[in-house]
């Protein structure tokens, strides 16, 4: 009986770690655009993409160029949640900033509740660069596994 267990357990134990592993990328981006004139969203793709489709190997002997169609990437099955801008007209919005957070955490809340881990978050920014830049965006990618 305890052969029968314990060899269960291994054969469970082995089936668990040759599970393949599913990733999904989730992201904000926060408009840091003056008098709120940007827009903000998080962006969560519900179309999946095989990347080989769209992937050239060059070589020595061969560097053909990469030909898929930029139309054949693009998602338009996504799911959009609007957010609020950094800024307003009179300036920085504290009040925006902890809207973002509050919805932002409900997605991140969510996406748990369904299974997913979070794995890895990475931002980057590209701020106004003066009077007559006028855009900026902070963006925030939340990488989630199961």
Not at 4 to 27: D, G, M, N, P, R
Not at 39 to 55: C, P, Q, V
Not at 60 to 68: A, P
Request: glycine share 6%; no cysteine.
């Amino acid at each position: 009986m305890k052969k029968i267990i314990l060899l269960s357990f291994l054969i469970l134990s082995a089936t668990t770690v040759l599970t393949a592993q599913e990733y999904k990328v989730i992201t904000s981006v926060e408009s840091i655009v003056p008098s709120g004139l940007g827009r903000s969203r998080i962006i969560d793709a519900n179309g999946d993409r095989d990347f080989k489709e769209f992937t050239s190997e060059q070589t020595e002997n061969d560097n053909t160029r990469n030909k898929s169609k930029r139309k054949d990437i693009r998602v338009k099955d996504f799911e959009e949640t609007k957010l609020l801008n950094f800024y307003n007209i009179a300036g920085i919005r504290f009040q925006n900033i902890a809207a973002n957070d509050a919805l932002i955490s409900s997605k991140l809340s969510d996406m748990a509740q369904n299974g997913w881990e979070l794995v890895f978050v990475t931002s980057g920014v590209e701020a106004d660069a003066g009077d007559k830049d006028g855009q900026g965006i902070f963006i925030t990618r939340y990488i989630f596994k199961r």
